[in-house]
């Protein structure tokens, strides 16, 4: 496993990443909500291919930092660089486009819609045609109708659902649930992927093939991944980078073997060495 490097804003970068601009960096990124300091000098650095963790107690604020990656909250302090550009002002439309795509704690899909159309709405920014050409069903709505529906089903694949295509979304079984909203944001073709607890409410079967489809992700599109997640035996078995936050502070960053042999992250978020769930 690649040694991580110090950065000159507090980040850690793996070796192999050195020589490139990280796809996603923070600089003392923080949020006040009222008198509430919630996020503090949250100093990251995400490599381009790099699978990194996000660990902390509940409440930590680990998810208010997902809302400020992806613009649904406005940093009080610090910067967001997404693909080396400052995400600033720009609404979370905007910073998706320009390649960072999440899954949530709660499952959000469109119930009432099948598989497939559920995937197919993570891919409506490259759908080519105009209103008039989807009114009066021109050759170019079907041509890139045709070639959507082809790359969601390959999305699909990814994760063995092709046979689930045109069921409703609300029907399937919770983990294939969490599987097919990975698909979506997937199919906005994002540089970084953000998955919030990805494994919670899935048995030890349904996490052990979530570890091998997140590295499935990454080779195929060759993306990084920032996962926040409970489950250590995913974390330390899937993670090359790990960062620790109590308070919305990061008291601990590091590879999985250093995250581990810290006494205090032992003591305070795995409970025990050997992993288990914290």
Known sequence: MSELHPLPSNSYLLARDMDKTPVLETHHL?????????????SIAIGREEIAGLIGPNGAGKTTIFNLLTNVYTPTRGDILLEGIDT????????????IARTFQNIRLFRNMTVLDNVLVGLHNEMDYGVPGAILRLPGYW???KIARARAMEYLSIFEMEDMA?????????????????????ATNPSILLLDEPAAGMNPAETAA?????????????????????DMNLVMGICESIAVLNYGKIIAKGTPEQIRA????VEAYLGRKGGGRA
Not at 262 to 265: D, E, G, I, K, R
């Open 30 to 42: 923080g949020i006040d909500f009222g008198g509430l300091m919630a996020v503090d000098d949250f």
């Open 88 to 99: 600033r002002g720009m609404k979370t439309c905007q910073v998706i486009r320009l390649g």
């Open 143 to 145: 041509r890139a109708e």
């Open 166 to 186: 045109n069921d409703l979304a609300g029907s399937l079984p919770y983990g294939a649930q969490r599987r097919l909203e990975i698909a979506r944001a997937m």
């Open 210 to 230: 979530l570890m091998e489809n997140i590295r499935k992700i990454r080779e195929t599109f060759h993306i990084a991944i920032l996962l926040i997640e409970h």
């Open 262 to 265: 810290n006494p205090a992250v």
